[in-house]
């Protein structure tokens, strides 16, 4: 499913005009996009948990090169369901 796609099934279902759904999700993304960028996790109860994993440095290779790299620590964003919405998705 698209953005649009989401937008499109919001106004169906709650018939709220499309324009302001569209702020809605924007506004929505913005502030999401925001606080995890703070290092901040995002909890929606009965939904799922939007996190950041750290990965620790580590040394790779380029084998193209031959050569040895070193990737510095960073974080990555992830998304945990839920207990029931994973379970939902199991069946």
């Known amino acids: 499913m698209t953005k649009l796609e989401l937008i499109k099934e919001i106004c169906k279902r709650t018939g709220v005009d499309n324009a302001s759904v569209t702020n809605t999700i924007e506004a929505m993304m913005s502030v999401m996009k925001d606080t995890m960028s703070k290092g ?3 909890y929606l109860r009965g939904f799922g948990s939007f996190i950041l994993k750290h990965r620790a440095q580590k040394t790779a290779r380029n084998i193209s ?6 990737v510095p620590a960073h974080d990555l964003p992830a998304f945990k369901p839920c207990k029931d919405f994973a379970d939902m998705l199991k069946k």
């Open 65 to 70: 090169k031959n050569q040895t790299i070193i």
């Open 40 to 42: 901040e996790c995002i």
